[in-house]
C-alpha cells in the first residue's frame, strides 16, 4: 500500500496536538508520515511573558510533543494574533508546502472564533490550486498532484456547521495524546486558565493537580466527536477525531478513509 504524507497546519503550537495528534499516532504507527506545522510563531499567549520568551518557550513546548508523537513540530516565524490571508504569508507557506510535498493536509475551516484560525484555512485553500502552478513561486518546484485539504473538528455553526466526513476512533491513544498536548505547558497551565476562566485549573495550588483537571477536561474535550458522530465510530468508541473534506483540494478516496479510520 502506498505510504502517505500528513501535513498538519495548525494557527498556533498546540492546535495540531488538540484536533490530530490522535490521526497522526496512528498514522505513523502505520508507517505513513505526518508533520506538524504552526502557522504562527505562538508569541501572543501568555499574560505575564515577553513575546521574545514565549517565543522560545512554545519552541521547546512544540519538541517536547514531537518528541511524544514521533514527529517533527515546526513553527514558522509569522507573528502569533497577526496571521492575515495576504501573499507573502501565501508565498511563505505555499513554499514549506511543497518542500514537503504531503498528500493530506488537515487544517482549520474558515469559519472560527480566532482570526488566526481563520486565516491559516484561507491560506491553505489559496494555496490549493496554486501548488500545481509552477509560475507562482517559482524557487520552489510545484506539486504534481494537489493534496486533499481536511478541516479539523470545531463547533463552529455560522455560516455552516462543521461535517464529519470521516471519524478516527483514537481510545487506543488519546493518553498520549493528552501527554503531548499537556507539553504546551505555557498554554494549558497558564495561558488558558487565564484567558478562558478556567478557575478550577487556575486555582489548583500545584502543578500535579493541575494536570490531574487538565486530564478530565481533555477527556471529555476528545469525547465530544466520538459522542456527536457515533454511527461513523466503532460502537463503543469514547474518543475520537473528526474531519470535513475541502472540495477545493484533491478528492477524497475510498483508500485514504480506510487508511484513517481503521
Ligand atoms: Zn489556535
Known sequence: ?????????????????????????????????????????????????????????????????????????EALPIPDGELTADLPYRRMLMKRIREIAPDVIITHRTCDYHPDHRACGQLVMDCSYLVGVPLFCPEVPALRKAPVILSMWDHFTNPTPFRADLCVPIDDVVERKIGATLSHVSQFYEWLP?????????????????????????????????????DKLPEGTQHAEAFEWNEYGGKLTDELVEIMTK
Open 194 to 230: 487565564w484567558i478562558g476562566g478556567w478557575e478550577d485549573i487556575e486555582n489548583a495550588l500545584t502543578f500535579d493537580e493541575k494536570t490531574k483537571l487538565l486530564h478530565e477536561q481533555m477527556h471529555r474535550r476528545f469525547s465530544r466527536a466520538a459522542k456527536l458522530y457515533p
Open 1 to 73: 500500500m502506498k505510504s502517505y504524507r500528513f501535513l498538519v497546519i495548525g494557527a498556533h503550537p498546540d492546535d495540531c496536538d488538540l484536533m490530530a495528534a490522535g490521526l497522526a499516532m496512528k498514522m505513523l504507527a502505520k508507517g505513513h508520515e505526518v508533520f506538524f506545522l504552526s502557522a504562527t510563531d505562538g508569541g501572543a499567549g501568555h499574560q505575564t511573558m515577553s513575546r521574545e520568551e514565549l517565543i522560545a518557550r512554545r519552541a521547546g513546548e512544540c519538541e517536547k510533543a514531537g518528541e511524544i508523537l514521533g514527529l517533527t513540530y
